[in-house]
């Protein structure tokens, strides 16, 4: 009676004659009518059905069917009411234990989360003094070797530049981990972004140059105000740049414009790399999400853009992304001018 039940939204059905019951089983859909067939098979003919619908939340869950096969006379609507008084009762029973085990996902999930994040906080911790020392030690052995040159010096310039990524993985974790755990004090004040925004590409511009990349640059004449950690949010920024300057193939482009739109600001990223396949435009923000796009590129550990959307969303802002495979990427930083923002201080 599914269908019948959602033309007649919230009320059941009482079939009284055997006509009714054959005009309603044969509204059924193809497998709810087989269900019916099956459980009234080798029994007599019905003398009269009524159905309830099992609704909660405007939505239905279901329905109870109940079917006279033996008794002299049919249903009532006395009967039907009944009926449906304990379809609600039953509807809310099941609305209300759905609501409990989706709470107890994401109570088990939000506990794991939390683990997670101390553990990697520790972990890094520990790690950091350690690879320090192990940095301190190199520098030396690099300085000794350098006028010597050859092999040796060759071999020590190869684990002080690992150990400095090594370093910087470490203090990415820690900085990540302070980052979800609200540890982080944003130290805002009033600046111009577009300032913030050119210093950034400033900064990348060398990366670009040595890859013979090409890097325009968009803002407004007018000013943007925004209130804003000047150095987390260049730490954000610079993050969806490297990004686009590590998968831009050599003699690509990188486009990063500045505008006013909708009552906010927002800065895009725009780069010729290989883009993103739409599956993953989700997931990319994700932590230690990460993986190779194209031959030769060497996927990183799935930090920085999980940094830069954390960082922005402290600032009251959002992240995205557009691709398109094989047609370049396009990162999107939307944050709220100065005077909609109010200045908490630590977030």
């Known amino acids: 009676f599914r ?9 059941g059905i009482l079939c009284t004659t055997l006509e009714e019951i054959a005009a309603n089983i044969a509204d059924l859909r193809k497998e709810n009518e087989d269900y019916f067939e099956g459980a009234r098979s080798g029994v007599r003919q019905p003398r009269s059905a ?20 033996r008794g002299p006379g049919a249903f009532s609507d006395s009967d039907l009411r009944f009926l449906q008084t304990v379809a609600n009762h039953i509807a809310v029973v099941l609305e209300n234990a759905r609501l409990l085990s989706e709470a107890s996902r994401a109570q088990a999930l939000e506990e794991a989360n939390r683990f997670k994040d101390e553990f990697l906080a520790s972990i890094s911790h520990q ?3 350690p690879v320090t ?19 040796t010096a060759s071999l020590v310039e190869s684990i002080s530049r690992n150990t400095q990524r090594l370093q910087a993985l470490v203090e990415e974790l820690l900085d990540l ?31 670009a ?43 690509g482009r990188i486009e990063v414009a500045l505008r006013d739109r909708n009552g906010e600001y927002v800065v895009s990223v725009t780069d010729t790399g ?20 194209g031959p030769g590129r060497q ?3 799935g930090l920085g853009l999980t940094i830069a959307k954390t960082v922005v969303e402290l600032h009251g802002g959002r992240v995205w992304v557009e691709s398109c495979g094989g047609r370049g990427s396009t990162f999107y930083v939307a944050l709220p001018k100065e005077d909609r923002v109010e200045d908490t201080g630590r977030r």
């Open 3 to 11: 269908r019948v039940l959602f033309r007649s939204w919230g009320r």
């Open 50 to 69: 009524m159905c309830a619908p099992l609704i909660a939340k405007d939505s239905v869950l279901g329905a109870i069917i109940l079917v006279n096969l």
């Open 127 to 129: 790690l950091l003094t």
């Open 133 to 151: 020392s192990v940095k301190a030690a190199v520098d030396l052995l690099a300085a000794s070797t350098a006028v010597e040159g050859g092999p």
């Open 177 to 207: 981990a302070r980052l979800h755990r609200g540890e982080a004090s944003l130290s805002r004040r009033a600046w111009d972004l577009r300032e913030i925004v050119e210093d950034s590409v400033a900064s990348i511009g060398p990366l």
């Open 209 to 251: 140059e040595e890859k013979g990349q090409a890097l325009g640059l968009e803002t407004p004449s007018a000013p943007c105000p925004v209130l804003a950690d000047r150095g987390r949010l260049e730490q954000a920024l610079m993050n969806l740049l490297s990004n686009s300057q590590k998968f831009t193939p050599r003699g």
């Open 274 to 293: 290989p883009g993103i396949p739409r599956a993953e435009q989700r997931d990319i923000f994700e932590r230690f999400y990460s993986r190779s796009r």
């Open 299 to 301: 996927a990183g550990v």
